[in-house]
């Protein structure tokens, strides 16, 4: 029973892994788009948007990876 419960935790793991990588390719592109470089150049800062889809991806990627390498 435990070596299916961690084949699923390494399914999960890699699941989460090309999450975050999608979605901070996501935040890239919309960091890319118009509007988020109007508002870069008015506050000096990314959109709270953007900022959203790369917190996201690095916290599902660093979650994927260490559900993927748990022994």
Avoid: C, H, P
Wanted: glycine share 12%; aromatic share 10%; proline share 0%.
């Amino acid at each position: 029973m435990a070596n299916g419960t961690n084949s699923l935790l390494k399914l999960v793991g890699l699941v989460l892994l090309v999450l975050g990588v999608g979605l901070a390719y996501w935040g890239f592109q919309l960091s890319d788009s118009v509007q988020s470089q109007l508002t870069e150049v008015v506050t000096g800062a990314e959109t709270d948007k953007v900022m959203q889809f790369y917190i996201g991806g690095a916290i599902s990627f660093v979650a994927g990876l260490f559900l993927t390498l748990k022994r």
